[in-house]
T-cell receptor, first 112, second 110 residues
Framework: DAGVIQSPRHEVTEMGQEVTLRCKPI?????LFWYRQTMMRGLELLIY????????DSGMPEDRFSAKMPNASFSTLKIQPSEPRDSAVYFC??????????FGPGTRLTVL | DQQVKQNSPSLSVQEGRISILNCDYT??????FLWYKKYPAEGPTFLIS?????DKNEDGRFTVFLNKSAKHLSLHIVPSQPGDSAVYFC?????????FGPGTRLSVLP
C-alpha cells in the first residue's frame, strides 16, 4: 500500500482565495482524520470521519473551514475564504478501529 | 487545557549517549500512550506504545517508561544516532481520536 496520500504537497495562495486539500486514506481504513500543525499550537485535530460520516468537527476553527468525505477513498478539506493565519501544515491520517493512526506527508499551506 | 504536555520544546544530545524525552498528562482516564516521530516534510510515524497496565515497553534502542501515579511517561533512546534527529510527539487516545503533545525536537550531534 502507498500509505496515506495527500495533495498538493505545497500550496501558496492569496488571501481571500479558496483552497482545497485532498486526501486518499489507506485502503480498508474506516477512520480519517484532518489535523493542522502550527508552531504555536502543535498538532490540532480539526475533524474526523468514521465510515465517511463526520463524527467530531469541534476542532474546525470557523465556518470558513469545511470537510467532506464522499467515499471511502477520498476526502477534502476546504478553506473559503483563506486568511494568512490559516498558514500551516495540514495532515490527513487514517486508521482502522482501535489501531494507531497513519499520517500522510502533509500539505504546507501558505496564505499571503 | 492541554491534556498531554511536553515541556521541553527541544533537546540536544551527543551521538552514542542516551536521549530522554518526557511527557506529562492530566487525564487519568488515558489507558494507552504512543510516541510518534516526525522528520521534516513528512507526516508523523508511529514509533512505540505502552499500555497503562505496564510500566515499561522496549523495542530495540527505544524504551518507554510509564509512571501512572505521577502521570508521566518518558521515551529513552540509547544509543542515540544522528538519524534519530526529529520531532517526537507523545499522544494518548481519547475515544477514537488521539490527543497529541506539542512535540520535542531532538537533535543528535555527531
Amino acid at each position: 500500500d502507498a500509505g496515506v496520500i495527500q495533495s498538493p504537497r505545497h500550496e501558496v495562495t492569496e488571501m481571500g482565495q479558496e483552497v482545497t486539500l485532498r486526501c486518499k486514506p489507506i485502503s480498508g481504513h474506516d477512520y480519517l482524520f484532518w489535523y493542522r500543525q502550527t508552531m504555536m499550537r502543535g498538532l490540532e485535530l480539526l475533524i474526523y470521519f468514521n465510515n465517511n460520516v463526520p463524527i467530531d468537527d469541534s476542532g474546525m476553527p470557523e465556518d470558513r473551514f469545511s470537510a467532506k468525505m464522499p467515499n471511502a477513498s477520498f476526502s477534502t478539506l476546504k478553506i473559503q475564504p483563506s486568511e494568512p493565519r490559516d498558514s500551516a501544515v495540514y495532515f490527513c491520517a487514517s486508521s482502522s478501529s482501535s489501531d494507531t493512526q497513519y499520517f500522510g506527508p502533509g500539505t504546507r499551506l501558505t496564505v499571503l | 487545557d492541554q491534556q498531554v504536555k511536553q515541556n521541553s520544546p527541544s533537546l540536544s544530545v551527543q551521538e552514542g549517549r542516551i536521549s530522554i524525552l518526557n511527557c506529562d498528562y492530566t487525564n487519568s482516564m488515558f489507558d494507552y500512550f504512543l510516541w510518534y516521530k516526525k522528520y521534516p516534510a513528512e507526516g508523523p510515524t508511529f514509533l512505540i506504545s505502552i499500555s497503562s497496565i505496564k510500566d515499561k515497553n522496549e523495542d530495540g534502542r527505544f524504551t518507554v517508561f510509564l509512571n501512572k501515579s505521577a502521570k508521566h511517561l518518558s521515551l529513552h533512546i540509547v544509543p542515540s544516532q544522528p538519524g534519530d534527529s526529529a520531532v517526537y510527539f507523545c499522544a494518548a487516545p481519547l475515544g477514537q481520536n488521539f490527543v497529541f503533545g506539542p512535540g520535542t525536537r531532538l537533535s543528535v550531534l555527531p
